[in-house]
């Protein structure tokens, strides 16, 4: 066997290439003696070995290349649908190159894509959670959504989309603060009310919901909170309601009792606030504590109270109720038969059968009643009085200008004559006062179908018998003038025959107590305004404090002739 020299190794600092393998390889074999048919036979497994290597080398290059292209392709398509949410107007196109040079080209604008999204999906999530929030607390149920996580739809984040959230988010702030001024609207008013009557507010207010009393709390702005608080407020103003009403017929009846009992000023400012509810409306009682209960309670013990007084002075007020009714008819002069009354009132009383306040509310009808009356004559009783004013002036002018010495100058004697002339003009409307007044008598009493009674005498008969004395007295005067004329006739005559003027004597059979020349009689009875009867001595001609006191009531003045002064 020949023998070879070994194959010298490579050198360290030679690169090993395939070739210099190769050779190395031949070399060996050669020193070892190897068959031609082993040396291709290992020569064609390195081969195959190397092609192995080669080919896997090249799948993994094929598929690497193939993530590449995906992952390009990938990272388009997210570059599209991150535009299309966005609502981007991007101008990005695909760029030309390797695809490393295509990746390179769409990262930056990937990446700005991404945090885009990342920033509108927050702005979406706290947007999307306060219109959670303001809804929860408008349906009141903020407990149960605290947990819940807030959704947000990841393919729609347009710009336009976020502003119909903020827009709708708006109008939901809007509402909540609508609402909470309602809501402490709604507080002050509960608030009014409990203060008037003396309720708990607080427990009132709690009752509707703990967050309206805990300041740590926000308010509650639900429609049930809402609903139950316009409740609690009607029926706070329908229960003021019924206790205003409920004090005003007490204070009815306050008044009523403090009227008949005559109550002391000093007792009724007791409960004066009480009383001023008659005039006040329900939204005119806004003091504190003016509608409490205890307010009530003290009035409907002190009604109570002048109740059993009442019962005690009944008898004593039935008498002054009649007092009262009497004075009244007194007053316009009608006839009431006082006695009688009295008598009456006494046997119901003792009889024990009639109810006093039916009986006081009756007289209370009576008295009503008599004041009508006596309104419905106010007006003829006036001229009444002008009438006997007037007739009363026509007597003091008949005795004054009977006097001889009425333009001496005495004291007072322009007192008189401005006197006279006064009563000659107020003497000459007399006809037309009788004239007037009678009128007026007949037509009430044409509309009430009674005759006008006036101190149990017929009015309108006193007018007609007035009327004709007037006229006989006026007869008399005429004729009284007639004779005068004639005595001073006869005493001229007399003068003329005999050279002096005769002492006039008084016709026989005449008095020194004669009214007139003409000798009225003492006993004639005169009807006058001022009495049916010329009586010297009744109780009217003794309370006057009239001139005619000191003439005698039978006593008829005759009108001097002014020729004759």
């Known amino acids: 066997m020949t023998t070879r020299t070994p194959a010298p190794s490579p050198s360290p600092s030679q690169p090993t290439t395939c070739g210099s393998l190769l050779h190395e390889l031949q070399m060996i074999w050669d020193e070892i003696g190897e068959s031609d048919d082993e040396r291709d036979k290992m020569l064609l497994q390195l081969e195959q070995e190397c092609l192995y290597v080669y080919r896997r080398k090249v799948e993994m290059t094929r598929k690497h290349k193939a993530d590449l292209q995906q992952y390009l392709a990938e990272s388009e398509a997210e570059i599209a649908n991150l535009v299309s949410a966005l609502g981007e107007h991007s101008c990005f196109s695909p760029a030309s190159g390797t695809i490393y040079q295509q990746l390179s080209a769409l990262k930056p604008v990937l990446e700005d894509l991404r945090l885009k999204k990342e920033k509108r999906i927050k702005e979406f999530h706290e947007t999307q959670s306060q219109i959670n929030q303001i809804c929860s607390e408008i349906a009141g149920n903020i407990l149960s959504n605290k947990g819940a996580e807030t959704q947000v739809n990841e393919s729609d984040l347009t710009v336009r989309k976020l502003g119909e959230l903020k827009s709708y988010l708006q109008e939901l702030q809007n509402e909540k603060v609508l609402r909470l001024k309602k809501v402490n609207s709604h507080i002050n008013t509960i608030h009014s009310l409990s203060l008037v009557m003396s309720i708990d507010f607080l427990k009132t207010v709690g009752d509707v919901h703990p967050s309206l009393i805990d300041p740590g709390q926000s308010k509650s702005i639900s429609n049930d ?140 009808d009576q008295i009503a009643k008599a004041k009508q009356d006596a309104l419905s004559r106010k007006d003829i009783l006036e001229k009444v009085e002008k009438w006997k004013h007037a007739s009363e002036e026509e007597k003091w002018l008949d005795e004054y200008e009977k006097d001889e010495n009425r333009y001496s100058a005495g004291r007072g004697a322009h007192k008189n004559l401005k006197r006279a002339e006064k009563a000659r003009i107020l003497v000459s409307k007399i006809p037309f006062m009788v004239e007037n007044l009678t009128a007026k008598v007949k037509a009430w009493e044409m509309e009430k179908g009674v005759p006008f009674l006036y101190d149990k005498a017929s009015l309108l008969h006193m007018l007609e018998e007035y009327t004709m004395l007037r006229q006989e007295r006026e007869e008399e005067k005429r004729r009284s003038r007639e004779q005068k004329k004639l005595q001073e006739q006869l005493a001229a005559e007399q003068e003329a025959l005999f050279g002096s003027r005769p002492t006039t004597k008084k016709p026989l059979g005449l008095s020194t107590n004669t009214n007139s020349t003409v000798g009225t009689p003492i006993g004639r009875r005169i009807m006058t305004p001022s009495g049916r009867t010329g009586f010297s001595g009744t109780k009217e001609h003794r309370e006057s404090g009239r001139v005619n006191n000191v003439i005698p009531l039978n006593y008829v003045a005759l009108q001097k002739d002014d020729s004759g002064r």
Do not use: C
């Not at 005039?279 to 002048?306: F, H, M």
């Open 225 to 364: 909170t809402l609903a139950r608080l316009t409740g609690v407020i009607n029926s706070l103003i329908q229960d003021k309601q019924q206790r205003l009403h409920k004090l005003k017929g007490l204070a009815s009846m306050l008044i009523k009792l403090w009227d008949l009992l005559d109550t002391p000023i000093d007792e009724k400012k007791r409960f004066e606030h009480v009383t001023s509810f008659l005039t006040s409306s329900i939204d005119e009682v806004s003091r504190q504590g003016s509608l409490g209960l205890d307010v009530i309670e003290q009035t409907e013990v002190e009604v109570e109270r002048l109740n059993v007084l009442k019962a005690s002075k009944m008898k004593e007020l039935v008498f002054k109720r009649q007092h009262e009714l009497e004075e009244i008819y007194k007053g316009v002069h009608m006839d009431v038969d006082s006695d009688v009354a009295r008598q009456i009132l006494i046997s119901l009383l003792e009889s024990g059968n009639v109810d006093l306040s039916d009986l006081l509310s009756s007289m209370d």
